[in-house]
């Protein structure tokens, strides 16, 4: 079985020479408003500018030249369009064949159209139309053109149009010699100013006339769209087009939202459970390929074919992942070719290339790792999947890989530990240059992806002070390893500013480390600590990862994450953490492999010092005031504790006594349950609750059940816990 092949390029004819094409790569073209296709069985009378003198010429009613063939039918340029979906002249082939490596690369068609001599002026004046204003002008053009020939066409359809049930459109024609054929013209709508085909009538049966007058389309989502449609005589091969504002349906389904609205309550769902670029990224390109499958008939190709009616083709799939990462405050580009249309898309800071057309392979392989296969790529690699991707394309130069999706998530391990073994083993054999084979079957298309990526994670592990290069070629990763420190000075810029080192910089570092003027301590916490990273204003969460990957070289583990995070939780600092990272063993012994001193940090600020005093100081901001404790009043308060010069009654009565506190005007019962959860950090027991709510009503005051409870034998046991003075009031 080869794989299948998608494709389109798209062709116009704008200029006297009607076999100079224009072949779409994403940029915005302008196309002339006349189409005229070569009925089927005519070619051999039919004129394409000269094509009867071409060789090539068939009697057959195919006409072929050195940029594609015309195979009896209009080649279905879509002038009302400034960008057009190109089909996939590669696409994974299915995974049946992973296993045999037969997988065949293919080379799609690119088709020329033929367009009458009569009609070649007016087809260029035309060309340049791309916006509504111009539309008007093309369609005053048009119906002046309609009313010369005395041919005309006009199209009934059912004046209410409900999405989810097939709608039919009814075309007649008038005047001429009677002896028509029929086709859909374009269905388009707009994104921006831009107008889209939703309806891709360039390819196959699409775009042949045929004796049949009707089409019959079925809408699934609310929105405006312009259809139009196109008729030609016969006898005499005029044509004529419908307006581009003749027929606009304005369709308004409350059971079938519309694309934007698709779009907004996506973007909602995936904000709500993700914080960073990438998890956005991952989540809003897992969502396509749930909900959608690809298009084989190669018919929808706007973001409305995946968003609403989940089938589409590459140029679908690439606008409605753009569509939801707009929404999600994440930037796009656009990259072509093969045929093909993906998506960059930019993480960090960084340029990404991300194929969801391509990760999709159907529910058969959900949830397996191809789904993933194109998440992330360089420039380079990509390349060695689409051949025509020789270059980046300028704006979107794609060179990192931090956050592909198998090397982010550490599930390259699955393939890059065993070659680490193999590595290590010839390390420590004393072999600094060496060659492992890779003898993986898996088509090239899977393998350029997995083993550059095998050869990333080599290249950036930890090997017991060496450096080592990996790269990959040929089914053969090679390996150099040389002594020294520029990989874990590296692995610092990289992590904690996101950027490649400059040389001074680089030199820098490694030189003072290996003179040991330096330590590792001093050296990472020159980083952490720099205003350039600073200045990024991390998340807790997305500064604990960078801990782990600059620090320890790894992923962060999960357990081990949320036991730090409750530490940020409850109010130590962020110096705290990168004390205890600098403090571990696991850092001590990288550091030691590189041959370096380790060296130590503590934290100067006071909420540090005993992180049970911070917390339980952290709880009353939390219960009293609704809201985390700030820095400066977290220090003075552990200071004060720390030294004995405040007391926890002196804590408890000046947040309770508070004007931040008091204004919220609790209840009894509400004030009661804050004294329950501030002072004793539990739930108040419904017994003593009640009792106090009890002398409440009799007349004490807020101010003796405050003195109560801080007097109380349960707060002076929590307070000689924490190894503070209780005190009174």
């Known amino acids: ?168 459109f009814t075309m007649t024609a008038t005047g001429g010699s009677g002896n028509y054929k029929y086709r859909i013209h374009s269905l388009v709508v707009y994104e921006g100013s831009e107008r889209v085909p939703v309806y891709d009538i360039s390819y196959g049966s699409n775009s042949i006339y045929s004796e049949k007058n009707t089409f019959e389309f079925t809408f699934w989502a609310s929105g405006t769209y312009y259809i139009r449609f196109s008729a030609i005589d016969m006898e005499t091969y005029q044509s004529v087009n419908t307006g581009i504002f003749e027929y606009v349906l304005n369709i308004q389904d409350a059971n079938y939202p519309s694309v934007e609205q698709i779009v907004d309550d996506t973007a909602a769902k995936c904000l709500k459970e993700c914080t960073t670029d990438f998890e956005k990224a991952v989540w809003l390109h897992d969502w396509i390929l749930e909900n959608a499958d690809y298009d084989y008939s190669y018919s929808y190709s706007s973001a409305e ?18 569509m939801l990462l707009d929404k999600v405050g994440i930037a796009t580009g656009r990259i072509t070719g093969n045929g093909h249309v993906w998506t960059a898309v930019k993480m960090d800071g960084d340029w990404y290339q991300v194929d969801s057309t391509w990760d999709d392979m159907g529910a058969a392989y959900q949830g397996t790792y191809y789904e993933h296969m194109y998440f992330g790529l360089t420039d380079s690699i990509m390349g060695l999947v689409h051949s025509d991707h020789k270059s980046s394309v300028p704006g979107y130069e794609s060179t990192a890989l931090e956050n592909n999706y198998f090397i982010k998530t550490g599930e390259i391990a699955r393939w890059s530990e065993p070659f680490a073994e193999l590595a290590k083993e010839n390390i420590e054999s004393g072999k600094m240059n060496f060659s492992l084979p890779v003898t993986d079957t898996m088509p090239d298309s899977y393998k350029n992806v997995i083993y550059n990526l095998v050869a990333y994670q080599l290249s950036k592990q930890s090997w017991n002070g060496m450096d080592i290069s990996a790269s990959y070629e040929d089914s053969t990763i090679t390996i150099k390893a040389e002594a020294g420190l520029t990989s874990f000075v590296e692995r610092l810029y990289q992590k904690t500013l996101g950027r490649t080192a400059d040389a001074a910089g680089l ?67 962020r110096k705290y953490i990168f004390a205890n990272f600098a403090a571990s063993k696991e850092f001590k012994e990288i550091c030691a492999e590189y041959g370096i001193a380790a060296g130590s940090y ?41 030294n004995k010069r405040l007391t926890g009654a002196s804590l408890a009565s000046s947040f309770i006594g508070s004007k931040e506190f008091t204004n919220k005007n609790l209840s009894g019962s509400a004030y009661l349950d804050v004294m329950y959860e501030a002072m004793f950090g539990r739930k108040a027991d419904a017994g003593g609750k009640a009792y106090w709510q009890n002398q409440m009503s009799k007349g004490i005051s807020r101010q003796k059940v405050l003195a109560s409870f801080i007097n109380s034998l349960e707060y002076s046991k929590i307070c000689t816990t924490y190894g503070i003075v209780r005190g009174s009031i």
């Open 1 to 168: 079985m080869t794989m299948l092949k998608f494709h389109k390029i798209l062709s116009a004819v704008l200029a006297a020479c009607l076999f100079s094409c224009c072949i779409i790569s994403g940029s915005t073209t302008a196309f002339a408003e006349e189409n005229v296709a070569i009925a089927d069985g005519l070619a051999d009378t039919y004129k394409i500018s000269g094509a009867e003198e071409n060789e090539n010429f068939k009697e057959n009613g195919t006409a072929s030249d050195s940029f594609g063939t015309i195979n009896g039918t209009e080649s279905g340029t879509e002038e009302d369009t400034g960008k057009f979906e190109e089909k996939d002249s590669e696409k994974n082939e299915p995974a049946e064949n992973f296993e045999k490596g037969t997988a065949e690369i293919g080379h799609g068609n690119s088709f020329t159209v033929g367009t009458s001599d009569e009609s070649l002026n007016e087809a260029v004046n035309k060309a340049n139309a791309s916006n509504i204003s111009g539309m008007a002008s093309d369609e005053d053009s048009e119906n002046a053109a309609r009313q010369a020939s005395g041919l005309s066409l006009s199209v009934t359809y059912p004046d209410q149009i409900q999405c989810g049930t097939p709608v039919t």
């Open 305 to 322: 074919g995946v968003l609403a009616r989940g089938k589409g083709t590459c140029e679908a799939y690439h606008r409605a992942y753009v």
């Open 507 to 573: 030199n820098y570092w490694v030189d003072g480390l290996k003179a040991k003027k330096l330590t590792g301590v001093a050296a990472a916490g020159n980083f952490i600590f720099s205003k350039e990273f600073t200045n990024k204003n991390l998340s807790d969460s997305a500064y604990l990862d960078v801990m782990y990957e600059a620090m320890l070289g790894r992923n962060a583990d999960a357990g081990g994450k949320a036991y730090w995070q409750n530490y940020l939780n409850d109010g130590c600092s």
């Open 602 to 642: 503590t934290s100067n600020e006071a909420r540090d010092k005993n992180p049970q005093i911070t917390a339980f100081v952290n709880r009353m901001y939390m219960k009293c005031m609704g809201r985390k404790g700030d820095a400066d009043g977290l220090n003075y308060w552990a200071q004060g504790l720390l």
